[in-house]
């Protein structure tokens, strides 16, 4: 599909965000799902079931780019964040889904370790590898395609891919600060309460990305694109939720973030021009500005203080902590080999809004 032709549903003003919308399903087990919560269908054994078939045809990385496994698997988490419109949030604790959702991460775990790989840590020096494996490129990116040749539909493209995670930022990041103690804590808490615009709504960070939306001609509603995004962007969304949701990867939830404020400043800054050369003004850029000059103290905070810390207080957790910063990069890059392939093919990054199972 054409970005000239996303649904721009009228938006919100104040960008409170609400339940995900239910999809449409993208194969047998994503309609099954999406049948036992809208309560067509009272039987999640067979869900349960469906799901472990999924898994079973699935080695290697083919789960990452399987529309009905992604789909299933961000709908299964979106129990635990805000929740699904018109679903009984007691079915987040249903122990069919459950099990069905833990068969489909096996085989998704697997997939990311694939893709990213092994991560080592030299000498238990956990802050020097962040700063190596997030330092700039100096080839092309992105980032500088749209600071010099993007169009505003382009532009469009990548706010939609971006607003699942951007529209509700750091909620999941911030699922590590109850499993936190003592230094590391503290900075995980100094580092959110600037993504929430320090308790003021009309600096949270999803509120300023919601205007650039807005400015864009794009509704600003909690997953109001959820339907035309790939599985692709998708599961980058999803490993995200994976790390915070298991406690077991808290090491992989900090690194995770730490790549994300480490590698935000200079893209952002990027975006930013680019906004400004297709003749955007200070309230479509804010987002991205605001980006520039936070994320370069975040970048300290999170590196010195979150990862280096914690890898101080429990050095077992180094590998953890690399590896998770390591998949943010990995997705990162899949998501923008995507986007820009599909440009350079002539076509739309998304998904065509009727598609269906």
Known sequence: MSSTDLDRAPSHTTNVTTRMPIPAARGPVSARLIAVLSG?????????????????????????FDEDAQLTLTLLYELHLQGLHGVSDDWEWNLDLLAGRAALETI????????????????????????????PSAGPSMSKFMATEASADQFREVLVHRSLNQ??????????????????????VEVQADEYGGGRLERMHSTLFATTMRELGLSDRYAHYLDVVPAVTLAGLNV?????????????????????????????????????????????????DEHVEADSVHEQIAVRNLAGGLAEQDPAMGRNILFGAAACLVFDDLLAEHITGSWARGESSLRSSSATC
Not at 43 to 51: S, V
Not at 242 to 250: A, D, K, S, V
Not at 277 to 288: I, M, P, V
């Open 108 to 135: 998704f775990e697997a997939a990311v370790c694939d893709v990213v790989g092994t991560q080592q840590v030299k000498d238990g020096d956990v802050v020097s590898a962040l700063w190596a494996m997030t330092a």
């Open 240 to 288: 995200l939720s994976f790390f915070g949701l298991h406690r077991r990867h808290l090491g992989a939830l900090a690194g995770h973030l730490c790549a994300v404020e480490t590698t935000s400043s200079l893209p952002s800054k990027n975006y930013s021009a680019g906004l400004r050369r297709l003749g955007f003004d200070a309230r479509a850029t804010l987002f991205y």
């Open 40 to 64: 067509s269908d009272a039987n999640p054994a067979a869900f349960n079931a469906a799901a472990r078939g999924l898994a079973e045809q699935h080695d290697g990385r083919s789960i990452l």
């Open 167 to 188: 529209l509700r930022e750091s909620d999941v990041h911030t699922l590590g600060i109850p499993r936190l103690a003592g230094a590391p804590k503290a900075a995980l």
